[in-house]
């Protein structure tokens, strides 16, 4: 990250690259007397003060080129065929902005990908543009058809509309045909160092990259049937990009079959070949990534030029990260594998599907992107800025209820008999009531009741009442039941009209004709703020889970307000904090996951 | 009280999740986890379905390839020369109707190299057709002024009465020649790729193949080699002789030897012996022979014992077949009778439908307009013919395998029944012969030394794994004689042997115009004098063996071939250069008339011409007292290495393994 901030900041001091400058090594300039600026923004203070999104996105704090001045960006390449390609490009768009969100089709999105639809999408939205929805499906060996879903589900979820679904592989044969006119043009060429010569510090130059371009082209058909191995030749183009890489790799060959265009192919483009190609194809107008493909802006840029097509402008912002967590496809595999988490969608994960089920709403989710701003400074976030937004939003959803986790039975013996009404959001009584049963049984809290009391406590104690939430009545011990080991089992009390009583020094919820629930109670998956960093976890993220990190409660009792509740509802359990309805819930039980505690650090007496 | 409650709980508990594990365990197995224990067996599986993958990708390339492939096909001088004299006459004589066009090599040198005998056909139409009297000379002459431009012909010559000697351009042969050798023995050009099936072999279950089927196999296997070679789709079809009634008494006799053979497999090893005894009860015991009849009925109407008995004997006569394909490297699918059965019904409806169909005495039967005798397609019994399954395979292969070539290597006794199926082919309208070829290609009979039927001396058929035997034998005899095996080691004294002993078997057929009877003998076949595979596989060896001595290397011989000129200035270096040249003309002869002798005749003019050209044209020289090389002559190797490659080509055609040592 230090580096690309200093390549950023080079980039604005030596003002707009030449493909001059492109051919040089990059080195040199790489050793800018700059002084670095911290960039990262870590703990990013969260304030409620912060613009909208949309408000952020429409702002001149963007200084992003209005569509069809492209020309106008720093570093923006102009050929001479420039103007008159923008010229086309704006016929065909009307100037209409439009951008678009490419994940790779070979996970789950998680809270990163949050930013980048927020910003894709929202950016759009802002300027009256479209967003596509664009599978970046070049690579046949991973995807599966439930990510494909389960990436759009999510988009949706947030809450966004995409103006198309489009697939990269719905443009192989374009991409074949200008990988022709590439080597054509004497552009690329076909190359038969090894994956390992290619890779390291100052490979070797390709001893192929001078050779003619008809031999390229033979070659080249010649990868295209099949009859080059894996890794025996791979099509390159002729440019060194920003961090010095040489001559990036346009296509290799894999004998895998692909998920779309089934075995029509053995050769597939790479990223850096595909992605600003299907971004002209697609006429966008703002190419937004994040800062990691800043080294491949030149290469962006040279190749639409080298081929004479409609270039877009790319524009980089930073990362969104969350500490605490690990949100690799890879490591959640490990993850899922070992049994740490339940699956991808478990709520400890920061998966989209994850924060989901746990309970996040889609607009607490979209109010903390916003939060941490679409500068270009990469963000790493504690997850308790994420949950603040939470509870800012459920505060306003989520309806009351009462829950009780561990149970301790309560017979009322003077009991008068009646229903009581529960506001369903305390704060407004216009947003209705909910009525729930009360009879001389109920269930307080366990830890609600103490024989022997100290000072601070206020709650239930022989010779010490407390108010009954909602009902207008103040219980007194009268009796306490114990089993032969003398754990309490059972108390009788008295109640009284709370105006006929002393006032209780504290309130507590309670449930009566309960409903049996599960709850599941989360903590951090990690011990840590960064699992994957060896110096903070030297024995690798898999030796960092946090042992508490979930606790189930099967014995947990409910009142009845939530009995036909579906799955993903949110409510406040009053004391607890907020739950939602978990699609493990069956007709017969109730499953709730605690999404957020009230507060950040829950008090304890 | 409790704590046993306690303690039960505990362990009911225990075992519940034992339970779960064993569960687990077994889904794991059933998936064949317990190989998932192999780090290397994911690997493989990738790798396997990345090599599965690329192998369809290469098909689909290869077929991509093919289909335009035409452009570097040979050249045929022959019907260049045709075009040219077509053109010619053409413009000479517009109102003349198909005028006769002959373009022939010349005999001799003082002829030219091609001559064209159009005039005296032409003068003779004119005479007749429209009363004029032009000497064929004028009318030579004629041709002559009006042959079009090219770049293959030096000069013409008119000669005696009206023959028409053309000479070729010497450096359009060395520019073919050039061509050749830097982009290998390319097939003529024969337009769009075909669908061809060629049917032969066709061998008899539970009898022994006999050298009749011998030429059957070799014949066809050579036709295959020379269609793919072109760039057709081939399907090589073996009708065997599987079905029929002969099988109620091979069952019946199987049920009654080995009684318990659906569940041990039968040892039959000799299943000949196995017929005859068979046979013999069928034809003595009345009581067997109710039981083979009631066989059929149970085998016809697919009884899954029957069936299985059925397949039991297949499987030993197809092991025996197999070996005899192994040893001559026959490929074969087997499609035999039985294939056809389900199809027979309605061959017989149409035939009825479409009003083809008469009553005989039960029977019912087929008149074809020019064919003597009547197609019997259901007997009075209900029962179907030789000409009902032929029928059907007839329908089978141009409708559903869509064949644009159809043709049967079957023996000349067959031919009147062949052309009779055919013929009802076209007459129920099945194929048009202008579009569809569907082709005879009939074979005489195998003769003894004594010019009788071929026997063994006691009066049997020989049996075609005993011959192949006495091949071998008699190969190694003949390498022994000629103190081979002193100069080769012991694999390529082996590699030698099988290439004599086979390649000499196919070739002596081969050689002989099918169409004739032939003589069978070992004697002549392994002369390594005259028209035999000996000579010519002796003569391929020591051209190879030229630019070895030499120490010139094929990367060399490549390098010369794209970079040098083939000289032809040596009389026997030209009628070298224009023998190699003639390998796709001969080719496009075969696949008209399907003789293939006259590829064995090329390959021996080919070698005879060589050897002219090599005793008189020195390719390497070298010192007489050292024996070191003096002087390479670059272009001579390069006409030996040309004459190689067509004989490769020649060779592999016929189904001939050329060795490099013998």
């Known amino acids: ?605 | 009280m409790e704590a046993r409650v306690a303690q039960a709980v505990a362990r009911l508990a225990r075992q519940e999740n034992e339970i779960k594990c064993l569960t687990a365990e077994i889904e794991r197995l059933k998936n064949f986890g317990c190989l998932g224990v192999s780090p290397s067996l994911e690997g493989l599986r990738d790798e396997n379905a990345k090599l599965k993958y690329r192998l369809n990708f290469l098909r689909k390339s290869l077929q991509e390839e093919r289909s335009k492939a035409v452009k570097s096909s040979m050249i045929n001088i022959n019907s260049c020369l045709q075009e040219l004299f077509g053109a010619a006459i053409q413009a000479a004589y517009p109102d003349l109707e198909n005028p006769p066009l002959v373009v022939t090599t010349s005999q001799q040198p003082k002829f030219g190299d091609y001559q064209c005998n159009s005039a005296m056909g032409i003068a003779q139409i004119l005479l007749k057709r429209m009363e004029q009297k032009i000497s064929p000379r004028e009318i030579a002459e004629k041709i002559v002024q009006n042959i079009p431009s090219n770049e293959c012909i030096e000069k013409v010559e008119i000669a005696g009465p009206g023959f028409i000697n053309v000479h070729l351009r010497k450096d359009f042969v060395s520019r073919q020649l050039s061509s050749l050798l830097v982009n290998g023995v390319q097939p003529p050009a024969v337009g769009r790729r075909r669908k061809v099936i060629v049917d032969f072999s066709s061998p008899n279950i539970a009898k022994e193949m006999h050298v009749g089927h011998l030429r059957s196999t070799i014949i066809g296997e050579s036709m295959c080699r020379l269609f793919e070679f072109v760039g057709h789709d081939v399907l090589r079809l073996n009708h065997l002789g599987d079905w029929g009634t002969q099988f109620g008494m091979l069952i019946a006799h199987l049920q009654d030897k080995f009684p318990d053979y659906l569940t041990v497999s039968p040892p039959i090893g000799d299943l000949q012996a196995f017929y005859k005894e068979s046979k013999r009860r069928f034809d003595t015991e009345e009581d067997f022979k109710k039981r083979a009849y009631q066989c059929v009925v149970m085998l016809q109407s697919k009884n899954p014992d029957f069936l299985k008995a059925w397949n039991l004997i297949c499987d030993v006569s197809r092991k025996e077949f197999q070996k005899i394909y192994k040893c001559l490297d026959i490929t074969l699918v087997e499609r035999g009778e039985s294939f056809y059965q389900d199809m027979m019904k309605d061959i017989v409806q149409e035939f009825e439908e479409k009003g083809f169909v008469q009553v005989d005495d039960g029977r019912k039967i087929v008149f074809v307009p020019g064919c003597s005798v009547p197609l019997t397609i259901m007997k009075s019994d209900g029962g179907y013919t030789y000409d009902t399954s032929d029928l059907a395979a007839l329908r089978h292969r141009l409708f559903e395998e869509k064949a644009d070539i159809l043709i049967y290597v079957v023996d000349s006794g067959q031919s009147v029944h062949l052309q009779t199926v055919f013929a009802a082919g076209r007459m129920i309208g099945w194929y048009d012969p202008k579009v569809t070829r569907v082709a005879h290609a009939a074979f005489g009979v195998v003769l003894g030394e004594d010019k009788k039927k071929f026997r063994t001396r006691s009066g049997d058929t020989v049996r075609l794994m005993d011959l192949l035997d006495e091949g071998l034998n008699r190969a190694m005899e003949k390498l022994k004689d000629k103190e081979r095996d002193k100069v080769l080691s012991e694999e390529e004294l082996r590699a030698a042997q099988t290439a004599v002993a086979f390649g000499c078997i196919k070739y002596a057929d081969l050689s002989h115009n099918r169409l004739n009877d032939y003589v069978f003998s070992f004697d002549k076949m392994l002369d390594d004098r005259g028209n035999t595979a000996a000579y010519l596989l002796y003569a391929f060896t020591r051209i190879r063996s030229i630019a070895r001595l030499a120490t010139v290397d094929e990367q060399q011989l490549q390098k010369a071939a794209r970079e040098e000129v083939v000289v032809l200035e040596h009389e026997k270096e030209w009628k070298l250069g224009k023998c190699i040249l003639r390998f796709p003309e001969v080719l496009q002869k075969i696949l008209d008339d399907l003789l293939l002798h006259t590829l064995c005749d090329y390959l021996y003019e080919l070698a005879t011409t060589f050897t002219e050209f090599y005793d008189n044209c020195y390719c390497v020289e070298k010192d007489r007292q050292s024996g070191v090389v003096v002087k390479v002559n670059m272009w001579r190797l390069l006409l030996c290495e040309a004459t190689a490659v067509v004989m490769a080509k020649g060779f592999d055609i016929l189904g001939i393994k050329p060795v490099e040592r013998m």
């Open chain 1, 1 to 605: 990250t230090i580096k690309n901030e200093v390549d950023l900041q080079v980039l604005h001091l030596l003002g707009p690259k030449t493909e001059a400058d492109l051919e040089k090594k990059p080195k040199v300039r790489r050793k800018g007397r700059l002084k670095q600026k911290a960039a990262v923004v870590e703990n990013g203070e969260v304030g409620t003060e912060t613009l909208s999104l949309l408000e952020q996105l429409r702002g001149e704090a963007l200084k992003f080129h209005k569509p069809g001045e492209n020309y106008k960006t720093e570093g923006y390449v102009v050929t001479p065929n420039t103007m008159a390609l923008l010229k086309q490009h704006l016929a065909v768009t009307g100037g209409q902005v439009r951008t678009r969100f490419p994940p790779e089709p070979n996970g789950i999105l998680h809270i990163g990908h949050a930013k980048a639809i927020n910003f894709n999408f929202g950016y759009a939205k802002a300027n009256g543009g479209v967003c596509f929805l664009r599978y970046d499906d070049t690579n046949p060996e991973k995807e599966e058809e439930k990510y494909f879903t389960a990436i759009r589900d999510m988009v949706e979820w947030l809450g966004y509309q995409p103006y198309a679904v489009t697939h990269a592989s719905d443009y192989f044969d374009q991409l074949y045909t200008w990988a022709l006119e590439l080597i054509r043009r004497g552009h690329a060429y076909v190359c038969h160092q090894k994956v390992e010569e290619i890779k390291g510090h100052n490979p070797a130059p390709s001893p192929w990259r001078d050779r003619p371009a008809e031999e390229s082209l033979l070659l080249f058909e010649d990868m295209r049937k099949g009859k080059f191995g894996e890794g025996e030749a791979t099509l390159r183009m002729k440019l060194v990009m920003e961090d010095g890489k040489m001559d990036p790799v346009a296509y290799r060959v894999k004998f895998t079959p692909h998920h779309r265009t089934g075995d029509k192919w053995c050769i597939y483009p790479t990223y850096d070949y595909t992605h600003c190609l299907c971004d002209s194809i697609e006429h966008i107008t703002h190419s937004l990534c994040t800062k990691e493909f800043q080294a491949r802006r030149s290469s962006y840029f040279w190749l639409c030029n080298a081929l004479d097509v409609y270039c877009p402008v790319q524009w980089e912002y930073g990362r969104l990260n969350l500490l605490y967590t690990v949100v690799s496809k890879r490591k959640i595999i490990r993850l899922v594998e070992t049994g740490a988490v339940r699956d991808w969608d478990d709520p400890r994960l920061f998966t989209l599907t994850a924060l989901r089920r746990r309970g996040f709403p889609a607009e607490a989710i979209n109010n903390f992107c916003a939060r941490v701003g679409v500068t270009v400074a990469q963000a790493t976030m504690e997850p308790h800025l994420l949950e603040a937004c939470v509870r800012e939003v459920l505060n306003e959803k989520a309806p009351r209820a009462m829950a009780v986790l561990e149970p301790l039975k309560v017979t009322i013996t003077n009991f008068p008999a009646l229903d009581v009404l529960v506001p369903n959001f305390p704060a407004d009584e216009t947003r209705g009531f909910h009525k729930v049963p009360f009879q001389p049984t109920i269930y307080i809290e366990e830890t609600d009741f103490r024989e022997d009391i100290d000072k601070g406590y206020k709650r239930l104690a022989p010779g010490q009442p407390v108010g009954l939430r909602h009902t207008g009545y103040v219980i007194a011990v009268q009796n306490v039941i114990k089993d032969a080991g003398g754990r309490v089992m059972e108390l009788e009390v008295t109640c009284t009209k709370s105006d006929a009583a002393d006032k209780p020094k504290a309130f507590i919820h309670w449930v009566s004709e309960p409903l049996a629930c599960e709850v599941r109670l989360y903590e951090r998956l990690f011990l840590h703020k960064n699992p994957e960093d060896p110096a903070e976890v030297p024995g690798g993220f898999l030796s960092d889970l946090n042992p508490d990190s979930l606790r189930v409660i099967d014995t947990a009792l409910v009142d009845r307000s939530v009995l036909s509740a579906q799955p993903f509802s949110k409510f406040q359990f009053e004391r607890l904090g907020y739950f939602s309805v978990d699609p493990d819930s069956s007709a017969r039980k109730l499953v709730f996951n605690r999404t957020v505690t009230l507060k950040e650090d829950p008090g304890k007496d």
